[in-house]
């Protein structure tokens, strides 16, 4: 089974760029794309990087993505840092025709 | 504008049924694969079940396999997802997402708490 760890937590201050990893198990990325959602606290999930490295519309320049085949890691990456983009994120792939999430990862920006 | 508004949730006994049912709009609903994903109160995200445009392909987590049924009304643009033997551990907050295998739009949810 596929399986996807996240740090469970992270902090930066605001102004900062913070990348979140997101490590992969029992699978590969080279096959699969990565999704990471945002969740900010009693909200819904929102799509923030989608197909690995894609931005939806809306969604700031300020979040980027990368995939890193070598070590079968996926970073997200968010540069100066908003108090706003504190949240929990997640990152998403596939595991045959199941989607996997990794555990999450919660952004504290203070 | 896009919405998913999710229906149905409430609380139940273990062993119950329920029904649950997405409302769409703001776009072609017939043209997107279509999904349910929950989170149990403090826990991170679990996706339970896809279908297609067509109602062609349909996958379920192993954890629901069996008990949940996915299905979709194309002409009344909605989603539907019928919970049967309910167990403590399916409490959670349901969500409707659209797009597979890519998804970029999820909608607020309906709460589930199983529990006698």
């Known amino acids: 089974n596929f399986l996807l760890t996240q740090p469970h937590s992270v902090s930066e201050s605001p102004g900062k760029t913070i990348s979140i990893s997101c490590t992969g198990s029992?699978?590969?990325?080279?096959?699969?794309?990565v999704q990471w959602y945002q969740q900010r606290p009693g909200s819904a999930p929102t799509t923030v990087i989608y197909?690995?490295?894609?931005?939806p519309s809306g969604v700031p320049d300020r979040f980027s993505a990368s995939i890193d085949s070598s070590s079968n890691s996926a970073s997200l990456t968010i540069s100066g840092l908003q108090t706003e983009d504190e949240a929990d994120y997640y990152c998403?792939?596939?595991?045959?025709?199941?989607?996997?999430f990794g555990g999450g990862t919660r952004l504290t920006v203070l | 504008e896009v919405q998913l508004v999710e229906s149905g949730g409430g609380l139940v006994k273990p062993g119950d049924s329920l029904r649950l049912s997405c409302a769409a709009s703001?776009?072609?609903?017939?043209?997107?694969?279509m999904n349910w994903v929950r989170q149990a109160p403090g826990k991170g995200l679990e996706w339970v079940s896809s279908?297609?445009?067509?109602?062609?392909?349909?996958h379920y987590a192993d954890s629901v396999q069996g008990r949940f049924t996915i299905s979709r009304d194309n002409a009344k643009n909605s989603l539907h997802l019928l919970m049967n033997s309910l167990r403590a551990e399916d409490t959670a907050m349901y969500y409707c997402?659209?797009?597979?295998?890519?998804?970029?739009?999820w909608g607020q949810g309906t709460l589930v708490t199983v529990s006698s």
């Open positions: 703001g776009f072609t609903f017939s043209s997107y694969s």
């Open positions: 029992g699978g590969s990325f080279a096959s699969n794309y």
């Open positions: 197909e690995n490295d894609q931005r």
């Open positions: 998403q792939s596939y595991d045959r025709n199941n989607w996997v």
């Open positions: 279908i297609s445009t067509k109602s062609t392909y349909i």
């Open positions: 997402t659209r797009g597979a295998p890519t998804t970029d739009f």
